[in-house]
């Protein structure tokens, strides 16, 4: 069965510092990945996608993601971490098959940032 | 563009209530689905649809829980009778296209059940 493991519940950065959030998949072809971000209060939002092509996929709000076929991961990358991106953040995978249209997630990343 | 839209944003009834939460998806987009948050439980499918058709409902916890699309602009989601563990956050999505699209999330109903 398809599914998406984000190992880190919780992540602490401080503000400035360079962040790695982890994202592993399960999935027997070459999956469609994402990945959200939700503040609080509102709703997931996309931050970027892969389908295909150049492995490594730049985002919104200066994100950046590479997929690794070798590894099955998807990490998420910024170089300098602002205030403002403390969130919860997801990693989704877009199913194909009978359960086209429907996307499985990881049970989300909380980013803190450290002043 | 105007986003997915939730209604009400907040609702907190007593148990045994009837509870309608609705939802318009962004003009054009063929998926619709709805979610739950909770703490523990994080975010769950409950079900999706598919030009107005329910595709797959596995998600729906109980029998107490429905959903209808009528029309390509409008979906409900029912609880009769409510419960407090029904107290989370719902969310409704909507998607053009397959897989390969993301969804585009509305900013949720936050339920509370007393």
């Known amino acids: 069965a398809q599914s998406v493991t984000q190992p880190d519940i919780h992540i602490t950065v401080s503000e400035g510092a360079s962040l790695e959030l982890r994202c592993n998949y399960s999935y027997g072809a070459t999956p469609y990945l994402f990945w959200y971000v939700q503040s609080p209060g509102q709703g997931l939002q996309l931050l970027l996608k892969y389908f295909s092509g150049d492995t490594l996929v730049q985002g919104i709000k200066g994100f950046e993601a590479e997929f690794k076929r070798s590894q099955s991961s998807f990490n998420l990358r910024k170089p300098s971490v602002h205030w403002s991106d403390a969130a919860e953040y997801f990693c989704?995978?877009?199913?194909?098959?009978?359960?086209?249209?429907?996307?499985?997630f990881g049970d989300g990343t909380t980013l803190t940032v450290k002043p | 563009d105007a986003g997915v839209i939730q209604s009400p944003r907040h609702e907190v009834t007593e148990m045994g209530q009837e509870v309608t939460l609705r939802c318009k998806p962004i003009?054009?987009?063929?998926?619709l689905f709805w979610y739950r948050q909770t703490m523990m439980r994080g975010l769950e499918l409950l079900i999706y649809f598919n030009n107005n058709v329910p595709i797959d409902d596995s998600g729906m916890p109980e029998d107490r829980f429905s959903a209808k699309m009528p029309n390509a602009s409008f979906s409900t989601l029912k609880i009769q009778p409510s419960e407090p563990r029904d107290s989370a956050v719902y969310f409704c999505a909507s998607s053009f296209g397959g897989s390969d699209q993301p969804q585009h999330f509305g900013d949720g109903t936050r339920l509370s059940i007393l």
């Open positions: 989704a995978v877009g199913l194909l098959g009978t359960n086209a249209g429907k996307s499985t």
């Open positions: 003009s054009g987009h063929d998926y």
